[in-house]
């Protein structure tokens, strides 16, 4: 009875029951640990079943800290961008070194092919084989063919623990990132991959580094950005549009309800206004969640034209809660938001495309998926690229990407893969953002 008045109900009483026959009588003899991990993953299933919520769901101790570092954007690694490409059954591995990490540091460069790893030849590797090398010893000894060069170095590289930037430029200048586009230098560019703790400082430090480059106007770049720590997202936010002490209407960024009716809104932060410049987002069918919130709060505030393909449709938050006794993460659905016109963003089950979701662009390029993949690679390996022969590298790469989508024997039917896009950035959503943005600069300055 005690029990019971407690809060701990008969169905409680019988999961613990249960636990406790399975761990004494199963024929194969389960671990508590397993067993209550085992339930805690079921019950989290349960809601994904039942409910479509695939976002509720439990960390075990054993993934906690993998888990945690994705969320921070860290890694362990030798710190390079890799690219495995097939020439006749042979493997080749390209790489371009991140500034300032191991692989950088050792003197590896963009466009250097690796040979071997420990001693063994990657031609004859799978991919598998290969990214377990690399992630096997605490330092890899590599035999490399420097890019432009015939003949193999010998290089030592540790593995460290590293943190990847979420806020990235169009390209590398030296040592320094460059914020605005190589062949439209009047036009800022800045991309943000993820949403982190420390995103919205690195994204103060990337407007300023582009605002005193005298840009007249910029993009921001979310595709692919499935979103994480809201809390970034309401800083960038307010950064991007002025906080207006007397309308608090106008200061909404999301209205947050739980299923009980109430939450806690988002609204843009005094004091942290820093552009007025005019804007472009580009969004795609990856951008999701915080991405999504931030797409959607400037497109309502009339800061921005958006650009792009439909996003994702995640208008739920989810509550990051460490259980007690270190016995993991529950990673929990807790409420979902609407932006500031009052629209739902959370696509449904089912739902259909005249439905209420994501954020629909006011300019639609479209993609297929090979493309939109093929332009991914590209953006990734240009912002990342460190190299005196930069232009050649990335023509390397752009090669292999083509060859890559045009391997199909068999099928003679298929048309051939290209990039859609001008030179050098093969991206038609990129060229739609500058098609907008000179034309507007060209009616404020006719």
Known sequence: ??????????????????????????????????????????????????YGDWHTQYIPPSSQESYQDSLDNRYEGLGFLSKIHEEEDEKKLFIAPHYDTPAYRAGLRSGDQIIEIDGMPVADKSHGEIYELLRQQPEAHLSVVPFGQTEPQDYVVPRERLRSDSVVGDYFDAHRRVFRLETHPQIGYIRISSFTPKT???????????????????????????????????????????????????NMIVTVRTRHGFGQDRTLLPGLHQCDLPMVVLINEETASASEILAATLQDHRR?????????????????????FQSGILQLTSSEYRRPNGAGIQRRNNAKKSDEWGVLPDNIVEFSEAEQSAVLQYRLWRSSVISAERSEVLELFRQQIIGQNNDHEGDEEREPFRFIGNAPYYDAQLDEAVRVLLMYDQSRHP
């Open 304 to 324: 921005a034209t958006i650009v792009g393909t439909r996003s994702f449709g995640k208008g739920v938050i989810q509550n990051i809660i460490e259980l007690p």
């Open 1 to 50: 009875m005690y029990a019971l008045m407690s809060g701990v109900t008969l169905r409680d009483r019988l999961l613990v029951s249960t636990l406790h026959r399975l761990e004494r009588d199963a024929l194969f003899e389960p671990s508590a640990k397993n067993l209550f991990e085992g339930a805690m993953s079921g019950m989290t299933r349960a809601l994904s079943l039942e």
């Open 200 to 250: 919205a400082d690195e994204f103060s430090k990337a407007l300023d580094s582009m605002t005193q480059s005298g840009v007249k106007s910029f993009i921001l770049d979310l595709r692919d950005n499935s979103g994480g720590d809201v809390g970034s997202c309401t800083q960038i936010a307010s950064m991007l549009i002025p906080y207006n002490p007397n309308n608090p209407k106008q």
